[in-house]
Every structure is written in C-alpha cells, then in structure tokens.
C-alpha cells in the first residue's frame, strides 16, 4: 500500500509541475533476477517496484558549503509547490538531502524531490 501511495503522489507532483522524477509505474519484478533479497520477499516469488525517469543529479552531501545554501532555497520551492497541491510532505521531507540537484555549470538550477513513501493527500 505505501508504494501504491507513493506512485500516486509522484504522478499528483509531476503533473502539477512540481520537479519530481517523470513517473512510469508500479511493476513485479522477478526475485529471482535479483542478485541479494531482503528475506521477506524470498517466498513471494516477486518484488514490487516503483519505475521513474533516472534523474542526473548530485545528492546534498556532495555539495560544497555554498551549493548547500542554494538547495535548500531550491527544495523549498518545490515543498511549497507540493503544499500548493495539496500534498502533504511527512517523515523526511523536511531535509534537503532528500532529493537531487541538476546543475548548470557549478550553479545549481533545481531540486528534484525523489522520496515520497509517507507524505499524504489533504482530503
């Protein structure tokens, strides 16, 4: 259920313009094409997966002291996007580490918010 939920906010954030990975969907991948399992999946034969566009990016950590002033103006603007929308950030989503950062250059241009598994829906 929390991935069901997490696809639904991703496709909500995407087509309301807030920088986010272009969604694809929800799909079973085989257990058996994978090379290590975490044990609870071993019996279910199948591993869901969340699928999105591959983001190029540098995570926050990788950031030099000024980049990492910069990002986190750039991930308030797309938290406040996501608010604008109605959606509502949890858990960490407060952090700026939480997303990836394009850059042109060394200027970062946006953040590109990547976790959504415990933000909600205003209803």
């Not at 991930?75 to 990836?100: M, Q, T, W």
Request: glycine share 8%.
């Amino acid at each position: 259920v929390r991935l069901e939920n997490e696809n639904t906010i991703n496709y909500r954030l995407y087509f309301g313009g807030v920088a986010v990975p272009q969604p694809v969907g929800l799909f079973r991948i085989a257990a058996a094409s994978l090379p290590t399992l975490p044990a609870f999946y071993s019996n279910s034969g199948y591993v869901p997966a969340l699928v999105r566009e591959f983001v190029i990016g540098k995570e926050y950590n990788n950031l030099t002291d000024v980049q990492k002033v910069k990002a986190k103006s750039l991930h308030k603007i797309e938290i406040n996007r996501a608010n604008e929308l109605g959606i509502v950030p949890f858990g960490d989503a407060s952090y700026a580490n939480n997303c990836f950062y394009e850059q042109d250059g060394n200027f970062l241009t946006r953040a590109v918010l990547i976790d959504f598994g415990f933000w909600g829906i205003k209803r």
